[in-house]
C-alpha cells in the first residue's frame, strides 16, 4: 500500500507552509525529507504552499508547478551558495523576502512548517505565523548558534551570540512544536522553554532493499572481488571528522585488499583528497555524489560504512546517513562520542563499532576484525536493518508527522 492511499485524505483545514533553502526536485538531504512529508500532508487533503529557492534558471516567481501546488520561489540561484561567507552574504535577501511573502500571504487557519535552512530563519518564520495568526512548527535539523559556538569557540564570539541565543530561544517558545530529530537535540530545545517532539529522519526504506554482500555494480566497477570497503557516503561536512579514518587508513596501507571508497562533497572533502595524496594512501578513491536512481546500488558498494560527528557537535547535529546505511544492510563504523546518542544507537541495536575520536588504531582493529569475519559483517548488517524496521522506518515517522499536522488543525492547542 502506497503512502497517499496509508494517508486517507481528510477535508482541507487551510494551508500548509513548507519552507527550506532547498525544494523539490532538489536533491539536497533535506529537500527530499521535505518532499516525502509534503506528499504525506498532501494526501491527508492539505493544499501545499512551498517556499524555497531554487537552483538553476530563473523562472516566473509566484505560481503553481505541475502537482497544482502553489510555490513561492523567493531566489535563484546558479549553484547555490558555497563557503560560509557566501552563505551568509545571502541569508538577508532569503530571510527579507520569505518573510514578505508571510506576511503577506499566511492566513489564521495556515499552518507553517518551517526548517533550519538557512540557519536563524526559523525564528523570523515563528515571528510571522504569531503576527498573522497562523500556527508553527520548527523542524529541527541542527541548531545554531551553538554549531558556530562550539566550532569557533571563544569568549568573544559567545558575547557577540548571546543576545542571538536569547532571541532564538523567545522564538522557540512561541512555535506550536519543536520537531526534533534526536533525544539529544530535543533535551537542547526544551531546556530553551520549546515544546518538543522527537520525529527521527529517516530512509527512503521502502525503496532501498537489504543487498548481501558485493552485490553493488559501483563495488564491482572499481573493486576486486577479495576487497574489502569500507564506505562514506555524502556530505563531507564541517562536522564530520576524518582524522581517525586517516590514522587507521596509514595503520593499514600494508592490508592491500582494505579499500576505501568516499562519494560525495562538501566543504571537507578538499582536505581530506589532500591529506590522503600528502599520505601515499593508494586505497583511498573518490567519486562524486552519484545519481539518485543509483543510491541503493552506491551503498550497498560499501562492506561496512564510515560515519563521524566532531565530539563537540552531539545533539547538535546527528548524521541521518546511519539510516540509509541500515536501509541497505551494512554495518557502521562510528567515530565519535562514544557515550553519545549515537554510539548507543550502534551499541543498543548491535549494528556496528564505535570508536572514540583519535581512536585510529582501535578503528583499524575494527576494520580487520570485520573483513576477516564476513559473517559477522552480515550479521551486524543485518541488525541494522532490523532495527530500521522495527523503531525507525520511513512510514512511521511519517505518520507521526501525519499526526501532528492534524493535531495542530483548528481547534487544537496553540502556544500563547
Same mark, same amino acid.
Given at each position: 500500500?502506497?503512502?497517499?492511499? &496509508?494517508?486517507a485524505?481528510?477535508?482541507?483545514?487551510?494551508?500548509?507552509?513548507?519552507?527550506?533553502?532547498?525544494?523539490?526536485?532538489?536533491?539536497?538531504?533535506?529537500?527530499?525529507?521535505?518532499g516525502?512529508?509534503?506528499?504525506?500532508?498532501?494526501?491527508?487533503?492539505?493544499?501545499?504552499?512551498?517556499?524555497?529557492?531554487?537552483?538553476?534558471?530563473?523562472?516566473? *516567481?509566484?505560481?503553481?508547478?505541475?502537482?497544482?501546488?502553489?510555490?513561492?520561489?523567493?531566489?535563484?540561484l546558479?549553484?547555490?551558495?558555497?563557503?560560509?561567507?557566501?552563505?551568509?552574504a545571502?541569508?538577508?535577501? =532569503?530571510?527579507?523576502?520569505?518573510?514578505?511573502?508571510?506576511?503577506?500571504?499566511?492566513?489564521?487557519?495556515?499552518?507553517?512548517?518551517?526548517?533550519?535552512?538557512?540557519?536563524? =530563519?526559523?525564528?523570523?518564520?515563528?515571528? /510571522?505565523?504569531?503576527? %498573522?495568526?497562523?500556527?508553527?512548527?520548527?523542524?529541527?535539523?541542527?541548531?545554531?548558534?551553538?554549531?558556530?559556538?562550539?566550532?569557533?569557540?571563544?569568549?568573544?564570539?559567545?558575547?557577540?551570540?548571546? #543576545?542571538?541565543?536569547?532571541?532564538?530561544?523567545?522564538?522557540?517558545?512561541?512555535?506550536?512544536?519543536?520537531?526534533?530529530?534526536?533525544?539529544?537535540?530535543?533535551?537542547?530545545? $526544551?531546556?530553551?522553554?520549546?515544546?518538543?517532539?522527537?520525529?527521527?529522519?529517516?530512509?527512503?526504506?521502502? &525503496?532501498? /532493499?537489504?543487498?548481501?554482500l558485493?552485490?553493488?555494480?559501483?563495488?564491482?566497477?572499481? =573493486?576486486?572481488?577479495?576487497?574489502?570497503v569500507?564506505?562514506?557516503?555524502?556530505?563531507?561536512? %564541517?562536522?564530520h571528522?576524518?582524522?581517525?579514518?586517516?590514522?587507521?587508513?596509514?595503520?593499514?596501507?600494508?592490508e592491500?585488499?582494505?579499500?576505501?571508497?568516499? +562519494?560525495?562533497?562538501?566543504?571537507?572533502?578538499? $582536505?581530506?583528497?589532500? /591529506?590522503?595524496?600528502?599520505?601515499?594512501?593508494?586505497? =583511498?578513491?573518490?567519486?562524486?555524489?552519484?545519481?539518485?536512481? $543509483?543510491?541503493?546500488?552506491?551503498?550497498?558498494?560499501?562492506?561496512?560504512?564510515?560515519?563521524?560527528?566532531?565530539?563537540?557537535f552531539?545533539?547538535?547535529?546527528? #548524521?541521518?546517513?546511519?539510516?540509509?546505511?541500515?536501509?541497505?544492510?551494512?554495518?557502521?563504523?562510528?567515530?565519535?562520542?562514544?557515550?553519545?546518542?549515537?554510539?548507543?544507537l550502534?551499541?543498543?541495536? $548491535?549494528?556496528g563499532?564505535?570508536?572514540? +575520536?583519535g581512536?585510529?588504531? !582501535?578503528?583499524?582493529?575494527?576494520?580487520?576484525?570485520?573483513?576477516?569475519?564476513?559473517?559477522?559483517?552480515?550479521?551486524?548488517?543485518?541488525?541494522?536493518?532490523?532495527?530500521?524496521?522495527?523503531?525507525?522506518?520511513?512510514?512511521?515517522?511519517? /505518520?507521526?508527522? %501525519?499526526?501532528?499536522? !492534524?493535531?495542530? *488543525?483548528?481547534?487544537g492547542?496553540?502556544?500563547?
Amino acid at each position: 500500500m502506497n503512502l497517499p492511499e &496509508r494517508f486517507a485524505a481528510q477535508p482541507p483545514r487551510g494551508h500548509v507552509w513548507v519552507i527550506n533553502q532547498w525544494l523539490p526536485p532538489d536533491l539536497a538531504p533535506t529537500a527530499v525529507l521535505c518532499g516525502e512529508l509534503v506528499t504525506v500532508i498532501r494526501a491527508a487533503g492539505h493544499p501545499v504552499v512551498l517556499v524555497s529557492r531554487v537552483r538553476g534558471a530563473p523562472a516566473d *516567481g509566484p505560481g503553481h508547478d505541475d502537482t497544482g501546488m502553489r510555490r513561492i520561489v523567493v531566489d535563484h540561484l546558479p549553484h547555490g551558495p558555497t563557503g560560509i561567507i557566501a552563505k551568509l552574504a545571502s541569508w538577508p535577501r =532569503f530571510a527579507w523576502r520569505t518573510w514578505r511573502a508571510l506576511l503577506d500571504g499566511l492566513k489564521p487557519d495556515d499552518l507553517v512548517v518551517v526548517c533550519s535552512d538557512p540557519p536563524l =530563519f526559523y525564528p523570523l518564520a515563528i515571528l /510571522a505565523a504569531r503576527r %498573522r495568526g497562523a500556527r508553527v512548527v520548527h523542524w529541527s535539523q541542527d541548531v545554531y548558534p551553538d554549531v558556530v559556538q562550539r566550532y569557533w569557540p571563544s569568549a568573544a564570539l559567545n558575547l557577540l551570540l548571546a #543576545p542571538v541565543r536569547v532571541w532564538r530561544n523567545r522564538r522557540l517558545k512561541q512555535a506550536d512544536c519543536v520537531v526534533a530529530i534526536s533525544e539529544g537535540m530535543a533535551g537542547l530545545m $526544551q531546556a530553551a522553554g520549546a515544546h518538543t517532539e522527537v520525529i527521527p529522519n529517516w530512509a527512503r526504506d521502502e &525503496r532501498i /532493499a537489504p543487498r548481501v554482500l558485493g552485490d553493488s555494480a559501483l563495488r564491482r566497477a572499481h =573493486f576486486r572481488d577479495a576487497d574489502f570497503v569500507v564506505a562514506y557516503s555524502g556530505n563531507l561536512g %564541517r562536522v564530520h571528522e576524518f582524522d581517525t579514518l586517516l590514522a587507521a587508513a596509514r595503520l593499514l596501507r600494508h592490508e592491500k585488499r582494505i579499500q576505501f571508497l568516499v +562519494v560525495g562533497s562538501g566543504p571537507r572533502k578538499a $582536505q581530506l583528497q589532500s /591529506a590522503v595524496a600528502q599520505s601515499d594512501l593508494s586505497s =583511498f578513491h573518490f567519486l562524486p555524489l552519484q545519481p539518485e536512481a $543509483q543510491l541503493a546500488d552506491t551503498l550497498a558498494a560499501g562492506d561496512a560504512h564510515f560515519v563521524s560527528l566532531r565530539s563537540e557537535f552531539e545533539a547538535l547535529v546527528l #548524521p541521518s546517513k546511519f539510516y540509509s546505511v541500515a536501509a541497505v544492510a551494512r554495518p557502521v563504523l562510528f567515530c565519535g562520542d562514544v557515550d553519545g546518542e549515537m554510539a548507543t544507537l550502534v551499541a543498543g541495536h $548491535q549494528c556496528g563499532v564505535s570508536v572514540a +575520536v583519535g581512536a585510529g588504531q !582501535e578503528l583499524a582493529d575494527a576494520i580487520l576484525a570485520l573483513a576477516s569475519d564476513s559473517a559477522r559483517c552480515a550479521e551486524l548488517g543485518r541488525n541494522a536493518r532490523v532495527m530500521l524496521d522495527q523503531h525507525y522506518s520511513r512510514t512511521a515517522q511519517l /505518520a507521526k508527522w %501525519r499526526r501532528l499536522v !492534524e493535531r495542530l *488543525g483548528p481547534g487544537g492547542p496553540r502556544n500563547s
